[in-house]
């Protein structure tokens, strides 16, 4: 399996920007499609965006469309997000993941590796 490593997290006021990295070791980043999930204190994993191998295609939850970009470098073995806007709901442990399926998924089950995740604190 794939070892993931994110970081980037950190606390920003409402309205501002973050970027997170998740770096791959191990295997090729190319081979795997690549997903975001978040995870509030007390509240399930969610979906927030993914992309696929080469980056042909993109999915991203309602709740992130038109303030959050995800983008990766097979070269450097690297997916970001790029987060703008953002809103204290957006606080919570962001993951980065790792998906072997032949289609791009917004759910939890098809992605098999996973980071420890990076905290994102949004407030005022």
């Known amino acids: 399996q794939v070892q993931l490593l994110e970081s980037g997290g950190g606390v920003v006021q409402p309205g501002g920007s973050l970027s997170l990295s998740c770096a791959a070791s191990g295997r090729t980043l190319s081979t795997y499609h690549m997903g975001w999930f978040r995870q509030a204190p007390g509240k399930e994993r969610e979906f927030v965006a993914a992309?696929?191998?080469?980056?042909?295609?993109?999915l991203y939850a309602d709740s992130v469309k038109g303030r959050f970009t995800i983008s990766r470098d097979n070269t450097k073995n690297t997916v970001l997000l790029q987060m703008n806007s953002l809103k204290p709901e957006d606080t919570a442990v962001y993951y980065c993941a790792a998906d072997q399926t032949i289609v791009l998924h917004s759910t939890l089950a098809e992605y098999d590796s996973w980071g420890q995740g990076t905290q994102v604190t949004v407030s005022s």
């Open positions: 992309i696929s191998r080469i980056g042909l295609r993109t």
